[in-house]
């Protein structure tokens, strides 16, 4: 969901530029029925093949948004992400960084910092959505005019808004799997050499924390799972676990991803998500929900700084609610209603940085 909306707003940016829009996709059809005018180069024939087929087409390639190094999920998530850059350079193509996220510390390893340094110095501009992610790329050597600081390009595009309800919204994901494993997630369970730990404590967690405030606030809940494909973790699957696990689960609806706007309407009537992934928080923000983050990467807490909402981090284990995150879902619940007034100004904020995006491609590639 967080790249579906990421997307969207990319699309919207470019297409009012005159410019022409390609993406790699899973679902070409719809892709293309839903985006109109967009050349989509489908990865079920292989990834690789279709990034090249996309670089041989086009004259300008984009990476990101989203966190586009990291070395948490896998060692070669930052250099699959970084090829499009080098083959660029090397089939002089020009190339940009679309308010790209950077890991912190121990996420990024010395290998994937050189490579990053390296790539980035190959692009035509770089827009950065944390501050963070830019604190590393300077380090990197990465200097203004030519790299400056946004924030993440979900926020660019329109949200609902819609009537807060007596509904707790959460997001929650397994992320069990983030060992630094060589291979990714996918290619693991293509080879056979996946190993999924049980998620059944993770989920049991999630079930303990809901059952708890719907007995105390007779709410409803809904469950959002942000992402359903093969690259990562599917939310959907440990959705329905966390609902077989709750004892209110009559109470509980899970939204459906593949419905945009219906996903998002149902996400800004919930006064409260807590959420492991990023991109709840993001679009919580957004819709005037405050968002209570079970954070599992530095990305979360980075954003929940920059949104002045760091009082809601849950600092547990990853992705796994506890007591404090209780307390923290109780205050949300509590001032919610006294914040919209900050989510509002947050948002807005946000959104003007986020809109600067497209307008540093405009200026850096002289559109």
């Given at each position: 969901m967080g790249d579906t909306v990421i997307f969207r707003s990319q699309f919207q940016a470019l297409s009012?530029?005159?410019?022409?829009?390609?993406v790699l996709s899973a679902h070409p059809e719809e892709t293309e029925k839903r985006y109109k005018g967009v050349k989509c180069f489908d990865v079920r024939k292989g990834r690789l093949r279709a990034v090249l087929a996309g670089l041989f087409w086009c004259d300008i390639a984009v990476v990101g948004g989203g966190e586009l190094v990291q070395d948490q999920s896998s060692g070669l998530y930052t250099p699959f992400n970084l090829l499009p850059l080098f083959l660029a350079f090397f089939l002089r193509k020009k190339s940009f960084a679309w308010a790209v996220g950077i890991g912190q510390g121990k996420e990024l390893g010395k290998f994937s910092r050189l490579l990053t340094k390296l790539a980035m110095k190959?692009?035509?501009?770089i827009t950065v959505r944390d501050r963070g992610?830019?604190?590393?790329l300077y380090r990197l050597g990465c200097r203004e005019p030519e790299m400056i600081?946004?924030?993440?390009?979900?926020?660019?595009?329109?949200?609902?808004?819609?009537?807060?309800?007596?509904?707790?919204?959460a997001?929650?994901?397994?992320?069990?799997?983030?060992?630094?494993?060589?291979l990714p997630l996918e290619m693991r369970k293509k080879l056979g050499l996946y190993r999924e730990t049980d998620p059944v404590p993770a989920a049991a967690a999630w079930a303990a924390l809901l059952d708890?405030?719907?007995?105390?606030?007779?709410?409803d809940v809904v469950l959002f799972p942000f992402h359903t494909g093969s690259l990562?973790?599917?939310?959907?699957?440990?959705?329905?676990?966390?609902?077989?696990?709750?004892?209110?689960?009559?109470?509980?609806?899970?939204?459906?991803?593949?419905y945009l706007e219906a996903f998002l309407k149902m996400l800004s009537r919930c006064p409260v998500l807590v959420t492991t992934p990023l991109h709840g928080s993001i679009l919580a923000v957004s819709t005037g929900t405050v968002p209570v983050s079970v954070s599992y990467s530095s990305k979360c807490v980075r954003f929940m700084k920059q949104a002045g909402l760091d009082r809601f981090i849950s600092c547990g284990k990853p992705g796994i609610p506890d007591n404090g995150t209780a307390l923290l879902l109780e205050k949300a619940w509590q001032e919610?209603?006294?914040?919209?007034?900050?989510?509002?100004?947050?948002?807005?904020?946000?959104?003007?940085?986020?809109?600067?995006?497209?307008?540093?491609?405009?200026?850096?590639?002289?559109l």
């Open positions: 009012s530029m005159g410019v022409q829009v390609g190959t692009t035509s501009g992610s830019f604190n590393t600081l946004v924030s993440d390009c979900a926020l660019a595009s329109d949200f609902p808004e819609e009537k807060k309800l007596n509904i707790i919204g997001a929650p994901r397994n992320v069990s799997n983030r060992q630094r494993h060589l708890g405030h719907v007995r105390k606030h007779s709410s990562s973790n599917n939310d959907r699957g440990f959705c329905r676990l966390v609902q077989e696990k709750m004892k209110m689960k009559e109470r509980v609806t899970i939204a459906e991803p593949a919610f209603r006294g914040m919209q007034e900050q989510l509002q100004s947050t948002a807005s904020n946000l959104a003007c940085r986020a809109d600067r995006t497209a307008e540093h491609f405009r200026k850096s590639l002289s």
